[in-house]
């Protein structure tokens, strides 16, 4: 340290030099940041600071697994170790830093080889295993691996050829044999040179969907000496065990078929025949007795793979066995198949799940095409068909077995009646396949009366549900019950936000069957929509609070079930039901959804509200409910005259303070005229109460935006901001941040913009509010465009492209950046093609309760806009005159509605369109094409795209002209200048 601090004049004591600058630094940084070695000082920083203490410590993590039998972890963490670069070598405390790391580094590809051939990934095993051997001949855990590798990629043979070699070498060098382990695997190998595979079948068709169970299950029987494939009827448990006993290592192999076994008693004769063990002739006792030791005789002579299949009839007689078996074996595996787990120490359990949405796609189709080879495939309609059969593979393959008689179609209209439909399979199933009702009357005919009663209620539940839910219907009871039905494969466990249970439809429809059958469907019913109001109530109150984010998490898993019972209540016209449920779930809706399932429900909640006479203690929730319909009718444009407003109006705020709030600003903004609701919402924003001052501002900050008053709307949204409590939840405040961004980019303030949509985007995406998160991180994308982070943006697109419209535009907006992109890059030609697929895209986005697209839809008016401006940036005065024609429709159109409710930024977009194609092509009078673009200027036009920035009027038109347009224009009333814009020429 003293050469490198003073490479050319030391100090005269450079010791104490050193202990001043040790000293200096500590006082700088910390008592504790610089200590004492015995090879002089350290920094002390953190272990995991250092990499290649990292590296050491990462080393150790898998040889840990590795001697665990955690082969899985071993390979993953060796394989991240085996590439790393630590430096050149190096005299001193760094060198030795570093050799430790090279130790690690090489030990970790020794555990790296092992795993692989553990793993059964015997070809990337064997050139490692075959460095590690040259490296140690001595290492006989390394040769047993690679014999063991060699014998699956080369043969028996030439496995044992090697051990030949060893065994020689060894006995010349040292006089002594091989190891035990050696010893065991050369009689494997001399047994492997005549496999056996006992009862095994071979696939008619191919397998689709299960390459990585398969991949799993291989790894489990590396490491497990009891597997078990678990899951419901029709999965495939069978030809998957099938296909493991093909590819097993073990050089016997015994598959066993169980389901004729019915009785505890036959399992062990059973076994025995399939093993060609005959029964000795004397007493019972002493007939058992020599039958089970001769099994076991049998089993442990070799190593051996033996697989149990359809165990779970008779699931204590084959845990037993198998316990007995592995006990007293050594080289067995056993693989079981079952829809109940055997519940032993030795057991590994791997839950088989249905297929995924894409896998069932391509099984039903090919499936389908073998029965009928010109069958019609309509990509929507096998998609809702096979997300209805749960993805399971039995199913699936009945329904394609249907379509040599009927469309997809067809099949999927008869759903409702699945059993009756999904019959007469292929002749080589088993009979249990033959009909799916066969298949869950297999699984029935092994519960007791407690748990057929169980599943029968547990049904009425539309999504799953939680172990409070299957108390409030089963009773105390409930516990084990639903314990049992899981261990019976016929309800599954989720954990997410916490444990729910769910059953697959096609159980669940059975269920439905025996409960109308029992006479207990109205008993149970009842009970269930009690679960859910009171469900409802519980989670209302805490929607807006401390708890917002749990609330919401627990609505987000019991909405399927609330809503079915919502519409239930509605078609029933159980009003006080309706409200009940309408209540949380309008409001959860107001959070997660952006109004859309708020527009869904809105025609059928409001008759049976506003006719309804509610008593005293049911006010709270009636004034919940029917701010949510007005507030739905506004967006909707009828909130004025909806029979709800008068209801509300009415009824009076309350006293809570919270909804009091939402019902004052409610009613402000569904008055009859702008600027009356404008008027009552400035008032209220001053408001002595805080909510009431919150609610206020949020709605001004968005009357003043559609007004055209942008500062006023960003004052406004800022107040909110500034105002929400943290008691609150984070989603008001995430909310009004967003709505800033929004704002933020309509005046080309994009960087700030930035600031807020990103402040705002965590909080939305985590209570869901997927729409607007979607919409924030597509201003980001623009704001990147516009910086020119082409390649950022670029990730961010791509993420929401799959993500889908929101009511708004939502993702619908990819489109138009990409064509910002194109613009950027100056490929005009793509970019007017790409904001025309835009165009189309925005048009396709409908509105809840609208039955019909009026063309006047602001998102659609503003890719219009971006249309035309793109043409009269990159077109030629020929080009696109189709939509240059439309928007000058429109904005006519538009003025000639009157003055109620018009959105004056969009015909800010229309105008500012509509000018800068007159100001480049001439087509229209220079100075009205000017005046367009500073009208459009003061009507708080929507400035987020790249291409409608002001900077590109600035640049295209007459800079002085355009400047004094402005300056007229500034301080004159809207309304003024809109009845001016209804007089210009917009077309020539």
Not at 57 to 84: P, S, V
Not at 915 to 921: E, P, S, T
């Amino acid at each position: 340290m003293i050469d490198d601090l003073w490479p050319d004049e030391p100090p005269a004591d450079p010791h104490k030099a050193l202990q001043v600058v040790v000293s200096r630094t500590r006082r700088i940084t910390g008592t504790d940041a610089v200590v004492r070695t015995e090879s002089g000082y350290r920094l002390t920083l953190p272990a995991e600071h250092i990499d290649a203490l990292v590296v050491v410590e990462r080393g150790r993590e898998a040889t840990r697994a590795m001697n665990d039998g955690d082969w899985t972890r071993a390979r993953d963490i060796a394989t991240t170790l085996a590439d790393t670069e630590i430096g050149v070598e190096d005299d001193g405390p760094l060198g030795r830093l570093r050799e430790q790391a090279a130790r690690a580094i090489r030990e970790a590809t020794r555990v790296l080889a092992l795993s692989l051939s553990a793993l059964g990934e015997h070809q990337a095993a064997v050139p490692l295993l075959e460095a590690e051997y040259a490296r140690d001949h001595g290492d006989e855990r390394v040769l047993t691996a690679l014999l063991r590798s060699v014998a699956t990629e080369h043969g028996p043979p030439a496995a044992l050829e090697r051990y030949e070699q060893y065994r020689r070498g060894l006995a010349e060098r040292l006089g002594t044999d091989p190891g035990e382990t050696l010893r065991r695997l050369h009689g494997e190998l001399l047994a492997a040179d005549r496999p056996v595979r006992d009862g095994l079948l071979y696939d008619a068709t191919s397998l689709i969907g299960r390459d990585a169970d398969v991949a799993r299950l291989r790894e489990l029987l590396h490491v497990s000496r009891v597997t078990t494939i678990l899951g419901a009827g029709g999965l495939g448990k069978t030809r998957l065990a099938h296909i493991l006993g093909h590819g097993a290592e073990q050089p016997v192999v015994h598959f066993i078929e169980l389901v004729g076994v019915v009785t505890e008693a036959g399992l062990l004769p059973t076994l025995g025949a399939a093993l060609g063990i005959r029964e000795t002739s004397g007493g019972t006792g002493t007939r058992g007795m020599d039958l089970a030791a001769r099994v076991l005789e049998n089993l442990g002579s070799a190593p051996t793979l033996l697989i149990l299949d359809n165990c779970e009839q008779i699931i204590g007689a084959v845990a037993d066995l198998v316990a007995t078996l592995v006990a007293n074996t050594r080289d067995l595996t056993v693989l079981t198949t079952s829809r109940s787990p055997l519940g032993i120490r030795a057991e590994r359990v791997y839950a088989l799940g249905e297929l995924s949405p894409s896998d069932a796609i391509s099984l039903f189709s090919e499936r389908a095409r073998a029965a009928r080879p010109g069958v019609v495939l309509d990509g929507e309609t096998v998609t809702q068909l096979v997300r209805r059969l749960d993805g399971l593979p039995l199913a699936i393959e009945l329904a394609a077995a249907r379509v040599r008689a009927m469309s997809v179609r067809d099949v999927l209209d008869r759903l409702d009646h699945r059993f009756a439909l999904l019959r007469g399979g292929s002749t080589a199933a088993p009979e249990r396949h033959q009909t799916l009702l066969a298949v869950i009357d297999w699984s029935w005919n092994l519960l007791d009366d407690r748990e057929r009663a169980a599943l029968r209620r547990l049904s009425v539940f539309h999504d799953g549900f939680t172990l409070d839910g299957a108390e409030h219907l089963l009773g105390d009871d409930a516990v084990a019950v639903v314990e049992a039905l899981v261990d019976h494969s016929l309800l599954t466990v989720h954990e997410d936000t916490g444990v729910r249970y769910r059953m697959l439809e096609t159980v669940r429809e059975f269920g439905r069957d025996r409960l109308t059958e029992s006479g207990e469907r109205e008993v149970t019913q009842a009970r269930l929509r009690a679960w859910a109001i009171g469900r409802s109530r519980e989670l209302q109150g805490r929607l807006i609070g401390p708890g917002q984010i749990e609330a919401v998490d627990a609505m987000r898993a019991e909405e399927a079930n609330l809503s079915n019972e919502l519409r239930v209540a509605i078609d029933a016209g159980d009003v006080p039901a309706v409200l009940g449920l309408a209540a949380s779930l309008m409001r959860y809706w107001e959070i997660t959804d952006g109004y859309r399932r708020l527009l869904v429900y809105l025609d059928r909640v409001a008759p049976l509200m506003t006719e309804y006479d509610e008593t005293p203690a049911e006010q709270h929730a009636m004034r919940r409910v029917l701010s949510a319909i007005v507030l739905a009718a506004a967006m909707r444009g009828d909130g004025a005259t909806h029979p709800a407003t008068l209801k509300l109006t009415a009824l009076g705020p309350g006293d809570d303070p919270q909804l009091a709030g939402d019902v004052h600003a409610v009613l402000a903004l569904v008055t009859a005229t702008d600027e009356d609701a404008l008027t009552v919402l400035t008032r209220l924003s001053e408001d002595a109460d805080l909510h009431t001052r919150l609610r206020a501002l949020r709605w001004l900050a968005h009357l003043r935006e559609n007004s055209g008053d942008l500062d006023g709307a960003l004052r406004a949204a800022s107040s909110a901001v500034g105002l929400c409590p943290d008691t609150d939840g984070p989603w008001l405040p995430a909310t009004m941040r967003a709505f800033r961004s929004q704002l933020l980019m309509q005046l080309g303030r994009r960087q700030e913009a930035v600031l807020d949509a990103e402040l705002a985007v965590g909080p939305l995406s985590r209570l869901y509010a997927e729409d607007d998160a979607a919409r924030l991180r597509l201003n980001i994308a623009i704001a990147h465009v516009a910086d020119g982070r082409i390649d950022r943006a670029g990730a961010v697109i791509d993420e929401l492209a799959d993500t889908g419209h929101g009511l708004f535009g939502g993702a619908a907006g990819v489109e138009g950046i990409r064509a910002e992109i194109a613009a950027r890059r100056g490929d005009g030609d793509e970019a007017r093609r790409l904001m025309r697929r835009g165009l189309a895209v925005n048009r396709s986005v409908t509105v809840p309760g609208r039955r019909e697209l009026s063309g006047f839809e602001p998102w659609s008016l503003v890719a219009l806009s971006l249309c035309v401006v793109t043409c009269a940036r990159f077109g030629t005065p020929d080009d696109d005159l189709d939509l240059v024609h439309e928007a000058a429709e429109r904005l006519s159109a538009l003025l000639a509605r009157g003055r109620t409710r018009i959105d004056v930024p969009v015909l800010g977009c229309l105008a500012f369109s509509l000018g800068l194609w007159g100001v480049a092509h001439g087509g229209l009078d220079r100075d009205i094409a000017v005046r367009l673009l500073a009208l459009a200027r003061r009507f708080g036009y929507n400035q987020a795209h790249p291409s409608m920035d002001w900077s590109v009027a600035e640049e295209m038109a007459d800079r002085e002209a355009l400047d004094e347009q402005l300056a007229d224009c500034r301080n004159r009333p809207v309304d003024e200048l809109l009845d001016e814009l209804g007089t210009l020429t917009l077309l020539p």
